[in-house]
């Protein structure tokens, strides 16, 4: 496995170029032994010639793909995709909660960064550094497919011949997906993790209701409370009735118009920290490839392991059995989590062993 | 038991005072024999004197309560409450579609119209004829406990001394309990679908949404737009997973903003109707009064049935359980249904049962 230097300009916080992080942060730097090895941070962006066909027909030019890739040098690739509001830097040593999977990647935790290289980039169409409808008039319907194309052009770009896996989560399961079924000689397996072939009837339900409610403010002139609503909402259905009877079962306090609930004030702080961070025409966009998304199960021919969350109101853990039914070579592991939907941000100790047999020394 | 007649404006369609109305429909009266008998109608408006505290504080003055009861002279008594879109008139023989349980009640269908007589009122702070806020600038919370304050003034108006029962669905549920907790003596039992001794956090998070959307359009100017897509959002939550999944699972149409899924055109469509019915001030009143609705079970010494539906997404069984263990004097049965929380308008077949004890000639 070879790597160019990459020398497109830089468009985030982080230098571009290989940047060396020791594990315990950039002011004290660790030694290195082989027991810590140092970590290679490489940031880009890759700008694609020509015109994008997207897969509903769409067209874009001038795509920009924003990239990130960190740990040991030479160490095997996997890449790393999140839900619809991740982005390219799935962990960071030197500031460790910029990272969207903190919780579970970094020096120490489930996820073994000391023995595999971490790729990511900003999805196409989102809130990030990659193209996306910011400003735009219009803008195409992006499919699962067309971030899975975009992957491989990024392989492509740094001479990576072949991805050891693709762990993905939630969207970034069925960008996973839509990748195996095209390029199953770039791939050796898939970690899909609460994503289906298909999307759930009932969370295009809900996930329709928030781009309405998003498309209203913008029609109103206040859009960004529209996003605060519609991640309030969003934010009810990533997590289990369980979680919520166990946090929020306190009582109401007098508000403005009547009672404020519990749930209700954490739900709208979320959504308005979200409101402040991303874009209303980025979520709308990616919203919408979300519930787009359907593969041929058949075809994935890629070996899949299916990690499903029994209280998961997303994606039920019926249509994970379904598609691994369906999948040629696929092994499901189902665990419990109060996260719901969101286990893959927070459940670490589920996921490392799955993770643990990915570093392990077959290549 | 006896009754007064009634002498306070009508408010509705239909005409005030005692009607006859024969089963087969106002225009080809059937033969009355003793298996088909009259169904006597009438409606009117409590009219309350001085000022109502409420349970949780405000006030009110010059509370009007408009009320209904239909069927056979003298039969026993169920008042029959159900969810914040119902209203006092639960089922009609001249126009069947206009009563809120019609699929469940009415001559022939599983609740015997022909032995029981049905009261029922339009809520306090709703959109029917009771007094709302319609056009008030504010209006005070109300509780599960005022609906049940209201229901006596309305037995001792009409000369009920006791009620064979109190069917409560939903909303009507809590109001329901309510009564049985503080008028144990004027109610032989209870039955409760769907609703329990307190919300469940996860239902407050998904109406708390719904009364923001609808503030929101409010304050843009745009309440009915708002309303819709609260509705819109409540819908989903009143199916199940698996009725969306058998009848949504369709192809997307395009739109005029990215694609349009099946499940989407379904709950906007409802919403709008439901939009053109329900003023929005109403629906935040009774949404509220939902997340409000706290109870003491151990209180409740009249005797309850509980009926649990297991794919209800806003009431788990799991409350409905715990709900029973603490009721003096409960027994809980457990129905599976594809409505979900909408089951007690659907499932005749399973309710069916439990009414013909009802109309058992115990008294």
Redesign the interface.
């Known amino acids: 496995m070879t790597e160019r230097p990459d020398n497109l300009p830089a468009t985030s916080a982080e230098p571009l170029g290989s940047t060396a992080v020791a594990p315990a942060g950039a002011h004290e730097p660790a030694p290195t032994t082989p027991d810590t090895p140092v970590l290679q941070v490489r940031e880009g962006l890759l700008e694609i010639p020509g015109e994008l066909t997207l897969h509903?027909g769409g067209r874009l030019g001038a795509v920009r793909l924003a990239w990130r890739i960190a740990g040991p040098a030479n160490a095997p690739v996997v890449a790393t995709l999140g839900g619809i509001s991740a982005h390219r830097r799935v962990y960071s040593t030197e500031a460790p909660q910029s990272g969207w999977w903190h919780d579970v990647a970094g020096p120490g935790l489930a996820f073994p960064v000391e023995r595999l290289r971490v790729l990511s980039f900003d999805y196409l169409g989102g809130s990030g550094e990659t193209t996306g409808p910011r400003g735009a008039a219009a803008f195409p319907?992006i499919s699962s497919y067309d971030q899975a194309d975009l992957l491989l052009r990024l392989l492509n770009h740094l001479g990576i011949k072949s991805l050891r896996a693709i762990i993905g989560a939630s969207y970034g399961g069925m960008v996973a997906l839509a990748f195996g079924e095209r390029y199953p000689d770039r791939v050796a397996q898939l970690i899909v993790v609460s994503a289906a072939d298909r999307t759930?009837?009932?969370s295009?339900?809900?996930r329709?209701?928030q781009?309405?409610?998003v498309?209203?403010?913008i029609d109103?002139g206040?859009p960004q409370?529209?996003l605060q609503?519609a991640r309030?909402?969003a934010m009810?259905t990533y997590r289990s009735?369980e979680e919520?009877?166990a946090?929020?079962?306190g009582t109401?306090r007098a508000g403005e118009?009547?009672?404020?609930?519990?749930?209700?004030d954490y739900?709208?702080a979320r959504g308005a920290d979200y409101a402040t961070r991303y874009q209303p025409d980025g979520f709308?966009c990616l919203s919408?490839s979300i519930?787009?998304h359907r593969v041929d199960a058949g075809r994935i021919f890629v070996p899949v392991t299916a990690v499903a969350v029994r209280e998961d109101q997303l994606v039920?853990v019926a249509d994970m059995r379904a598609m691994v039914a369906r999948l040629p070579h696929a092994k499901l592991q189902e665990i419990s989590s109060l996260y719901g939907h969101d286990a893959f941000l927070k459940e670490a100790e589920a996921l490392k062993p799955i993770f643990a047999k990915l570093s392990g020394a077959r290549e």
């Open positions: 509903h319907s759930h009837p009932m295009t339900a809900w329709a209701v781009r309405r409610m498309r209203f403010a109103c206040r409370e529209g609503l309030a909402l009810s009735p919520f009877s946090r929020f079962g109401p118009h009547g009672f404020v609930f519990p749930v209700e739900l709208m709308l919408e519930d787009l039920p």
